[in-house]
């Protein structure tokens, strides 16, 4: 292999991945700085956040996931100014009519809470901050939809500024809530769900006001007023975002079932996995910016017919994301002992923890594989295959393996993470697969 052909490749994907990259950097320090104010208000809570988050998650990729379709549908009309608009108002409406329909879906999970398996302490403390969880989705969701449209025509900046906004407004809120500072009364996990509930209300207002106040973006709003809504745009959109809902669900709800299972083994334990779980979503994250950049990329190659450049877009991502993971994973390994001590001082989160990081070290190359290869593959509007593959690699085999290990063999929290490994590998091992079927027969 020739590294000398993918150099302009690393540059052009770093450029449009790095806004994404520190937008996500943003937004997971934020979910890192939570979990250490939280940790430090007692492990019930840091126990009772990772419960409730694990919940509420669901519903929420799943409208992120369908607001993903609408980055490559975008991304192969660039050129067109009157399709792209066409585009923005569909998806816009297919995301409202969804997202009502999963906020449906997400209330009524808080009447099931009791019947998870945790501790009634932990449940206690999770039932109100859920509920702020609840009335931040609809938010964020428009957010998201605004998001993935500007990066369907190249732009990411815009995302990234108000994301970072929005995280300062986050720390700050929860700071003085959580602690009750300034004369406010201590609030503990409740005032990281209203920090958590603001920092959302704000951010798909500030986009709307950046839309308004810029000549080029508010014009293709107003050709987009001025559009129909089209039934075979509205299903295309759905037809794309749907699988990639359920593809973010299957994935994420191979975790989630691994932190229940872990709340069966007990508050300290579901503590320390929270951690854990914390420090691995931040490399995931970076990541997941450069995957975005990906779809991007893809996307508006094939609209172009270049399969070459296409190719060599997405095997560029590939390389930077398994060096960036490697490289963390050494710090895991490291660190893993020093990590936890920025969440908590309980000496039993900071043992278990400390081991689950070590499995964590290890899972960081194949997650970066499997989220740069989904990247690719939806810019190609390729979904349905990779829904069915996630399914196959994180529930068939990576919860039994989770499940057995820790309950059969008896190997404790560290089998679930181990059973997360081999979900994680075997994904990232058939995406890899898929994508160079797919560009094998591509002319």
Known sequence: MNISQFLPYYKRNLTLAFPVIISQIGQVTVAIADNMMVGHVGTNELAAAAFANNVFTIGLYFGMGITYGLTPLVGQTINNHVKTSEWLKNGFFSHSLVGIIILAFLISLYFFLPFFGQTENVLKLARPYYFWLCASFIPFLFFYSFKQFFEGIGNTKIAMFITLTANVINVIVNYVLIFGKYGLPQMGLNGAGIGTFTARFVMPVIFALVIYKTPRFFNIFKIASTCKLNKEKIRRVLKVGIPVGFQLVIELLAFSLGAIMMGWLGEVPLASHQVAIGLAYFTYMISLGVASATTIRVSHQLGKGDFQALKRATYASTHLVLFFMFLMAIIFILFNKFLPLLFTTDPEV??????????????????????????????????????????????????????????????????????????????????????????????
């Open 350 to 443: 900071i043992l278990i923890a400390s081991g689950l990081i070590v499995v964590a070290a290890f899972f960081q190359i194949f997650d970066g594989l499997q989220v740069v290869m989904l990247g690719a593959l939806r810019g190609l509007a390729d979904v349905k295959k990779p829904m069915v593959l996630s399914f196959f690699a994180y529930i068939v085999i990576g919860i039994p393996v989770s499940y057995t290990l820790t309950f059969v063999f008896n190997t404790g929290p560290k089998g679930i993470w181990l059973g997360f490994l081999v979900g994680l590998a075997a994904a990232g091992i058939m995406f890899f697969l898929r994508f160079k079927k797919l560009v094998s027969e591509m002319k």
